[in-house]
């Protein structure tokens, strides 16, 4: 494994509508019911991202992918999938039974399993820990099964790339809960969540992963924003202005 990065190309944090949960909720809304542009699309946009990402940045020859039961379980299940397509050794961790995961999860588990990719609810050592337990509405402080991962992942050497916003950290008020993961890279998705910059902290290197939102979509939560990927679909957010003051 090689910790020199692939460089990416950088945008200005200025340049970005950095969003609330609530206003990501909103996008999400457009995107299905007035674009047509299904979850499951999206979902498979951020895990092929994240996968990128990971090869791009880790180049890593195993990998621990930590899911939970939403759509960040999912997005990191599609990344899953996409890593072991181009020859990493992956081992995905469940948070849940599948009875607790949601229907488009449970159908990215079903694929994984028809792959013979290992599933199991027991982490173990690996060159990347991937951490796609909780997304956008996280709700108070991790609980239960979701936390006893965080907190091993807390003592692993490994570098830690996170899906959207290290689970642990609210993504508007940036809130670092207990227990959280503090990531070695964050690859947040559509917008950065307006939590990150207070929430620094647990982000580690920021990354910006395009799923295909147009931008003419953030107009609806109050947003005016440019097209931001002609460059590539993985943007890092440069270190100077990547937390700007939002509000």
């Not at 379980?73 to 181009?86: E, I, P, Q, S, Y």
């Not at 207070?198 to 395009?210: F, S």
Request: charged residues 20%.
């Amino acid at each position: 494994m090689t910790g020199e990065p692939r460089p990416f190309p950088v945008i200005d944090g200025h340049e970005l509508a950095w969003v609330s949960a609530e206003e990501m909720r909103e996008v999400d809304r457009i995107m299905v019911d007035e674009l047509g542009i299904l979850l499951i699309q999206m979902m498979e946009n951020a895990g092929r991202n994240l996968a990128e990402l990971a090869l791009a940045r880790f180049a890593p020859t195993t990998a621990a992918v930590l899911v939970g039961s939403g759509g960040n379980g999912g997005g990191g299940m599609v990344a899953a999938r996409h890593l072991t397509d181009r020859g990493v050794d992956v081992r995905v961790v469940t948070a849940m039974v599948d009875a607790t995961l949601g229907e488009l999860p449970r159908l990215q588990m079903e694929t994984l399993r028809k792959m013979h990719v290992p599933v199991t609810v027991e982490p173990a050592p690996a060159d990347l820990v991937v951490d796609a337990l909780i997304g956008y509405s996280l709700a108070g402080d991790p609980r239960g099964r979701v936390a006893e991962l965080i907190a091993w992942s807390a003592g692993q050497t490994a570098p830690i790339l996170s899906l959207d916003l290290p689970s642990g950290l609210d993504a508007t008020s940036g809130r670092i809960g207990d227990p959280c993961v503090h990531a070695t890279a964050t690859l947040t998705l559509a917008m950065p969540k307006t939590g990150l910059r207070p929430g620094r902290a647990a982000v580690g290197e920021l990354y910006l992963a395009d799923i295909s939102v147009p931008p003419s979509v953030y107009l609806g939560v109050g947003h005016q924003v440019a097209p931001l990927f002609a460059r590539g679909t993985v943007l890092r957010v440069g270190e100077s202005d990547a937390f700007p003051d939002v509000p």
